[in-house]
């Protein structure tokens, strides 16, 4: 798996309050895992057909994925601000706002520089009708 985000990437003072490296590692391989299984779903078989440096886009929706599963781990960890005032609560629900606005303007063509062929598409107007 390569890596679309490094932990330099999240820039997040939650985020940074965790002290190890290891955990914040694992939440940076959760982003890089759906980075390919995105792809995928977007038609593009194989990771190396994506392009090096990702977008921008992308790269934003994957920090914000990180954040999503980092926010949902430690949401009431602080008990005496569960609900809303919880910190932890809060960066999940605005990561969950901002993914699902980055997630429809990623397209095949932004991950691999390419446009699809003409033909790899069919448009149809009217009946159609079998001979």
């Not at 985020?15 to 895992?33: H, P, W």
């Not at 809060?90 to 033909?119: C, H």
Request: net charge negative.
């Amino acid at each position: 798996m390569a890596d679309y985000i490094s932990i330099s990437d999240i820039t997040n003072s939650l985020f940074s309050r965790i002290t190890s490296s290891d955990t914040k590692q694992i939440y940076v391989d959760l982003a890089n895992a759906e980075a390919e299984s995105f792809a995928q779903s977007l038609g593009v078989m194989d990771a190396t057909f994506l392009v090096d440096p990702i977008c921008s886009v992308f790269k934003a929706y994957l920090v914000q994925y990180a954040l999503y599963n980092f926010a949902g781990d430690y949401i009431g960890v602080n008990v005496t601000d569960v609900g809303e005032g919880d910190v932890y609560r809060q960066l999940f629900d605005r990561s969950l706002f901002l993914i699902n606005r980055y997630k429809p303007e990623i397209t095949y063509a932004m991950l691999t520089g390419t446009v699809m062929n003409r033909s790899d598409r069919a448009v149809s107007f009217g009946k159609q009708v079998r001979s």
